[in-house]
């Protein structure tokens, strides 16, 4: 009780994607993690039996519970209200009790809260009542006990406990022979009845949602009016019907394949077009087509059309929009002259986020009608030689920084695997001294390290000859994004993976999401550091399994305040730098849309269905924005599974050093993210429209990325634009402007 105001206590949510997610033994191992600590913690009520709690590192406290004639564990809330613990653990919130009223357990918690003690519970997924439209639409299925909306609000943390289709069948399966070639019958049925892909995707992209909104607040408390730069917030300008579909289309194809939030407006003042007044647009069929994005609708009132710019330049401040999506002019170049070109005037406006024009029309095809593009997009010919046709497996323990948990749950499921008879080694394995994660090698072998001498100093590195000599089935690796010392064969640790699985090895393996290279510009804008270790994209894309280790960013705060993450006195100095709540929010956002990104394609690869639009062009010139430019690229034709290509134009000066240095850089980096670099020449800086525009028709790409314009009305008179040519020559094509960095390049820091 403080000054007459009663204290409540905190509530956690472990959130399983599905039933036999690991949502009781997360609860269980989070409660011993916190009794070791010196925390009172007792478990309430857990859906497992006595030996679960038995065990030598579980030693928690249960209290009895009370009989009941169905037999089943009930919650006895006054029993926990009289011993007064400092944390409770209670399973399956949306349970109804056969006893206290038949109350639901969540409302059982709610009185134990209000009596000050601290509740760490469960739920799947498919039990919260706002999901329920979404469960009944994939299952078919109504779900009899669910747990409201605003109890889940009322979290304090919430944390996502996801699971694989082979992990679940892994559980079920009783000797590795069936783990690897077989589904059991039990697993079957319920991954049937339950569409379990689709239940794990809307999880994920629901959890993502819900920890964007948490970082926009976490901003806005603190003053930070600019937008995250984590999830793209998308705007469709529309004025009239006239490409209207294309221009939805547009908006709805980033809002899918960015993960973006999508919201359309029509500033209808007086326009006309053809000699007509425009009516207004028809409200049903807008929102019918961005429904499946969760497209929002808004209509505002102009006295003229003069006023479009400023008002969308309004609306982009107030709803953080990222990336705006306006129509080609339908204006002649006399017209423009005469009357101006409201798509000027919005362009000039926003140089700080990312446009799209959209083409007028259906988009050229530089090929004859009928022909298929020279290969598939997203297809293995995508793939760098070496990792093709790997018979190894791959499997990828995804997180949001160190400390999370990774490479404790690589280990424990290793360690499950061994028990059931498949030879699982230790390859390499980094526990940082922290003891939990130590005691979880347990039976597993632990092969030995190579020793490497580099300029008088020894470090340890896998050995990759040990673990070719060896041949287990299975063998663990920790952080997938290492650079090796000088002096080992390769220079990254990923392809010491690749080559373990072109030997026919199944490889387990760790990665923080801020290595993936395609998010090196997004990390770096998000947290103001720029990572200097990173992955291809394609290989994360070889993993059969990409699973989510989820951690609130309070949680491993409070790791490393308590020394389980760094020592010290590095923890202190990675809590006043990267380790901020902000930045841990961010990363913990871009894990979970990674993860259901990665879902997303296995799911359509499974369905045979391909989303293609033409190949993406990025155009690059040799400034430091290029990088970021083939990113952008990059990110857009990932997820709508199209060729990406980058394009210079060279003029034939010779290049400075700094210029030299950003030449090498990006063509190095096309190469490692499997990205077609093409080089072209030019005789005058004038000339690259034309040539842009050749190259388009020459590999059927229709869209084209740029970076905005840099010159001045002076500098464009004398030598030219290239955006200003190409709005005028290809409105047949979309054009992407990409806006340059917010902010001052950040410091380097390797990671």
């Not at 006990?145 to 694989?164: C, H, K, N």
Request: aromatic share 6%; hydrophobic share 40%.
């Amino acid at each position: 009780m403080r000054n007459g105001i009663k204290k409540t206590g905190r509530l956690k949510i472990l959130l399983g994607v599905a039933r036999g997610a690991g949502k009781t033994s997360r609860l269980l191992e989070e409660g011993t993690e916190m009794s070791r600590s010196g925390t009172d913690v007792v478990v309430g009520v857990a859906q497992c039996g006595e030996e679960e709690t038995a065990r030598p590192e579980c030693r928690l406290e249960r209290l009895p519970l009370p009989d009941t004639a169905s037999g089943e564990a009930e919650l006895d809330v006054a029993a926990v209200i009289k011993r007064r613990p400092q944390v409770v653990l209670i399973d399956d919130l949306a349970h109804r009790a056969a006893l206290d009223g038949q109350l639901y357990r969540w409302q059982q918690v709610e009185r134990i809260l209000d009596e000050g003690i601290d509740v760490l519970a469960t739920v799947d997924v498919e039990q919260l009542e706002g999901m329920q439209p979404l469960i009944k639409e994939i299952t078919g299925k109504r779900v009899e006990e669910v747990v409201p909306d605003a109890f889940v609000r009322r979290a304090d943390e919430l944390e996502l406990i996801d699971v694989t289709e082979e992990e679940l069948a892994e559980r079920e399966a009783p000797a590795p022979f069936e783990r690897r070639h077989n589904l059991g019958r039990a697993v079957r049925q319920y991954l049937a009845s339950t569409n379990f892909a689709a239940l794990r995707q809307i999880a994920l992209h629901q959890m993502a949602d819900q920890v964007d909104e948490w970082l926009e607040l976490y901003r806005a408390r603190r003053g930070l009016l600019a937008p995250s730069g984590v999830r793209e917030h998308i705007l469709v300008s529309v004025h009239s019907p006239f490409n209207l579909e294309r221009l939805l289309r547009a908006g709805v194809n980033l809002a899918h394949g960015l993960q973006g939030s999508l919201m359309v407006v029509q500033l209808h003042a007086p326009v006309y077009h053809r000699g007509e007044e425009v009516t207004r647009l028809p409200r049903e069929y807008i929102e019918a087509v961005t429904k499946p994005v969760n497209g929002v609708f808004i209509e505002v009132e102009l006295d003229e059309e003069k006023e479009v710019p400023d008002k969308l330049a309004e609306i982009i401040r107030e709803k953080k929009i990222t990336r705006l999506v306006v129509g080609h002019s339908a204006r002649s170049r006399w017209e423009e002259f005469w009357r101006g070109s409201v798509l000027s005037a919005i362009l000039h406006r926003n140089r700080h986020i990312d446009v799209l024009v959209v083409a007028n029309r259906r988009a050229f095809s530089g090929k004859p009608a009928g022909e298929k593009p020279a290969h598939k997009p997203g297809g293995t010919e995508a793939l760098p030689v070496c990792a093709r046709n790997l018979p190894g497996r791959l499997k990828v323990y995804l997180g949001m920084a160190a400390g999370v948990g990774k490479t404790y749950r690589m280990l424990v499921d290793g360690n499950e695997l061994l028990e059931k008879g498949l030879d699982v080694v230790a390859g390499y394995i980094e526990t940082h001294g922290r003891d939990e994660t130590c005691a979880q090698i347990g039976a597993l072998e632990v092969l030995p390290r190579r020793e490497v001498v580099y300029r008088g100093r020894n470090f340890d590195e896998l050995d990759l000859d040990a673990v070719l000599k060896r041949r287990p089935q299975l063998v663990l690796i920790d952080e997938l994004a290492h650079t090796n010392i000088p002096g080992v064969k390769n220079a990254k640790r990923y392809q010491d993976v690749l080559e373990i699985m072109r030997a026919g090895i199944d490889v387990y393996t760790t990665l923080n999401v801020q290595h993936l290279e395609s998010l090196n510009d997004v990390v770096e804008e998000a947290t103001g550091v720029k990572v200097r270790e990173t992955v291809p994209d394609w290989v994360l894309d070889l993993a059969r399994e990409v699973v989510l280790v989820d951690l609130a960013p309070s949680a491993l705060l409070l790791r490393l305040e308590e020394g389980k993450v760094y020592p010290p006195g590095k923890a202190e100095q990675a809590m006043a730098n990267f380790f901020q709540p902000a930045n841990l929010t961010a990363l913990r956002e871009l894990a979970l849309r990674r993860v259901a990104g990665h879902l997303d394609r296995q799911v359509e690869k499974n369905k045979h269905t391909v989303s293609y639009d033409g190949n993406i062009l990025v155009a690059v010139n040799l400034r430091p924005a290029a990088e970021r430019l083939i990113r952008r690229g990059f990110r857009l034709a990932y997820g709508l599974k199209s060729n990406l290509f980058v394009a210079y134009f060279n003029t034939g000066q010779m290049r400075s050093p700094a210029e030299e240095r950003v030449y090498t850089y990006i063509k190095t980096l096309c190469q490692t993210m499997g990205v077609s670099f093409l080089e072209r020449q030019v005789g005058r800086d004038r000339d690259v429209a034309v040539a842009l525009l050749m190259l388009a028709r020459e590999l059927d790409s229709r869209q084209l990325f740029l970076g905005h314009s840099e010159r001045n009305g002076w500098q464009k008179l004398l030598r030219g634009s290239i955006i200003d040519s190409l709005l005028r020559e290809a409105r047949d094509l979309d054009l992407h402007l990409i806006a340059p960095p917010r902010g001052e390049v950040p410091r380097p820091v390797r990671l």
